[in-house]
């Protein structure tokens, strides 16, 4: 490090710059803006999850690793740059942007300060092509269950690339139109930002939620991750305050006083996405959308319920209608294979 000028530990752990116009404890809180939506892909082992060996238990603790590394390694960036960012009005004003600015004070050399933010951009590159990848399949998945309108469109696989290419050209444009904001408005952008935080929160608090108000009484008994009682709960609700804060907190303007440039509009945002979902569920979807199916490979005659439901892994409910074919003669010596699959209003051999 070359800085001419370096903070001081009080400056970097105690002092609290705060010129927002709010009051210290709110726009401290508020400060969780970015570090949560850095922080949101909770779900992205979940959609990976057929490519992990012993999913059931490696998978809820991959998705705990991935936070606490995530904490680990951002704590330890910005206390870099709080070290090295000298004057912080300097640094605000900078023409460049903040993350340059303080690179160049570092090491005084322009060629050093570029070598050094190609690292973060790259982490932003890899992180983009791993939730283009994660969003499509979901989006292809929805749209295989008739989630979505022109569903038949998007749930295609492409006969030469194997991929769902409709749904990741749907869900990489806008990305890139919305991206484009930030050279036109910013407070546009910021609104994207705390829509996506809040909507993802909201999603990740819904089934928390449930399980709260089922006293935790509806999780299999026999899951290979597995918190004590008292951790669970003190897990769930403090996972509920945090979303809760959230919602409110994020709708928030980021400065006083409110001014045209300056308002959150992310309330809206977030309302005309779920004015949309909610019509074209209404017009379309509700008369298509039958929920993900539940596939059962390797089921051999009889079809008794107790062999459905263990084949099925607890994914077929008595009163659902299962649906059986005797094919054929079967040799004693050999066990004939079908596959059965089962969904909530009927089941296709």
């Known amino acids: 490090m070359r800085a001419e000028e370096y903070q001081p530990a009080d400056f970097v752990f105690k002092k609290f710059v705060n010129e927002t116009g709010w009051p210290d404890g709110v726009a401290w809180l508020m400060g969780f803006l970015q570090g949560a939506l850095a922080l949101t892909g909770y779900d992205a082992v979940a959609h990976m999850i057929e490519e992990i060996p012993n999913p059931t238990k ?81 989006l292809y998945a929805f749209a295989r269950d008739n989630g979505l309108p022109f569903s038949t469109v998007f749930a295609t696989i492409h006969p030469t690339l194997q991929v769902p290419l409709n749904s990741l050209l749907l869900t990489t444009i806008p990305v890139l139109l919305l991206g484009s904001l930030y050279l036109i408005s910013t407070t546009a952008l910021n609104a994207i930002f705390s829509t996506a935080v809040i909507s993802l929160a909201l999603s990740y608090a819904f089934p928390v939620l449930i399980n709260v108000l089922t006293g935790r ?44 440039e300056n308002m959150n509009y992310s ?52 009163g659902m209608p299962i649906l059986a074919y005797d094919i054929g003669e079967e040799d004693d010596d050999e066990e004939e294979e079908i596959t059965v699959t089962v969904c909530h209003r009927d089941v296709e051999r």
């Open 58 to 138: 490696e998978g809820p603790i991959l998705m705990v690793y991935a936070v606490m590394i995530g904490m680990g390694t951002g704590f330890a960036f910005l206390t870099v740059l709080l070290f090295c960012m000298g004057d912080i009005q300097d640094v605000i004003s900078a023409t460049e942007g903040p993350l340059l600015s303080i690179f160049y004070r570092a090491t005084r050399s322009k060629a050093l300060s570029l070598c050094l933010t190609i690292f973060p951009l790259g982490c932003l590159l890899f992180a983009s092509t791993t939730l283009m990848t994660t969003s499509s399949r979901i």
């Open 217 to 260: 009484k509806r999780l299999p008994e026999d899951r290979d991750f597995r918190l004590p009682g008292i951790v669970g709960w003190i897990c769930n609700l403090v996972g509920l305050t945090f979303v809760c804060g959230c919602t409110v907190l994020f709708v928030l303007p980021p400065q006083l006083p409110v001014t045209r």
């Open 267 to 318: 309330f809206a945002v977030f309302f005309i996405i779920v004015g949309i979902s909610t019509l074209a569920y209404h017009f379309e979807g509700k008369g298509v959308f039958k929920g993900p199916v539940t596939e059962s490979h390797h089921l051999h005659q009889p079809l008794a319920q107790s062999s459905v439901e263990a084949n099925t892994e607890g994914g077929w409910k008595p």
